[in-house]
T-cell receptor
Framework: AQSVTQLDSQVPVFEEAPVELRCNYS??????LFWYVQYPNQGLQLLLK??????LVKGINGFEAEFNKSQTSFHLRKPSVHISDTAEYFC???????????FGAGTRLFVKA | NAGVMQNPRHLVRRRGQEARLRCSPM?????VYWYRQLPEEGLKFMVY????????ESGMPKERFSAEFPKEGPSILRIQQVVRGDSAAYFC??????????????FGPGTRLTVL
């Protein structure tokens, strides 16, 4: 069975500092990997996704993530965060050829002035 | 192009009542997914539907829960005889046809169900 682990439930960080949100997954077959952001009282919005090819994926709002197959990780990074990045971030996997998406428990990013 | 619409945004029911949650996918999208989010938890997959077909309902509780996506009209998630443990946010997402698991899912704002 597939699973997604987000290693940090909360990440406080000061404005303009770099941040990394960690995500590990387990699967015996190929997967597609996604990061979504959820602002308070809203639905999820796609930040970026990895399907194939280059392991470094760039997304919206200055975020990027790197797929590491040997470590089964897909960590999300941003070199300089803003107050407006305060939100909950979800890592997710979908089996290649499938439709069912498994979400991690989420990481709450809190950016302080 | 309007996004995914869900209504109502907030729904309060007493134990034993029925809850009906509606989801209108984005224009041109024929795939609908339902997820449940409990407080302090991530989204849990419930069901994946295409027009008039349930493709994968492996995340649906065996009793009291059902979903449909008719040829015309919104997708409906129905919860019969609600219990307090059903209190959660229910999110709907849609995706366009033909892209399989690579599709980006577009999420609605959710329906927050409270069972008294």
């Amino acid at each position: 069975a597939q699973s997604v682990t987000q290693l940090d439930s909360q990440v406080p960080v000061f404005e303009e500092a770099p941040v990394e949100l960690r995500c590990n997954y387990s699967s015996s077959v190929s997967v597609y990997l996604f990061w979504y952001v959820q602002y308070p009282n809203q639905g999820l919005q796609l930040l970026l996704k990895y399907l194939s090819g280059s392991t470094l994926v760039k997304g919206i709002n200055g975020f990027e993530a790197e797929f590491n197959k040997s470590q089964t990780s897909f960590h999300l990074r941003k070199p300089s965060v803003h107050i407006s990045d305060t939100a909950e971030y979800f890592c997710a996997v979908t089996l290649a050829g499938g439709f069912k998406t498994i979400f991690g428990a989420g990481t709450r990013l809190f950016v302080k002035a | 192009n309007a996004g995914v619409m869900q209504n109502p945004r907030h729904l309060v029911r007493r134990r034993g009542q029925e809850a009906r949650l509606r989801c209108s996918p984005m224009k041109g999208h024929s795939h609908v997914y339902w997820y449940r989010q409990l407080p302090e938890e991530g989204l849990k997959f419930m069901v994946y539907l295409q027009k008039e077909n349930i493709i994968d309902e492996s995340g649906m509780p065996k009793e009291r829960f059902s979903a449909e996506f008719p040829k015309e009209g919104p997708s409906i998630l129905r919860i019969q005889q609600v219990v307090r443990g059903d209190s959660a946010a229910y999110f709907c997402a849609s995706s366009p046809p033909g892209q399989g698991g690579t599709s980006t899912q577009y999420f609605g704002p959710g329906t927050r169900l409270t069972v008294l």
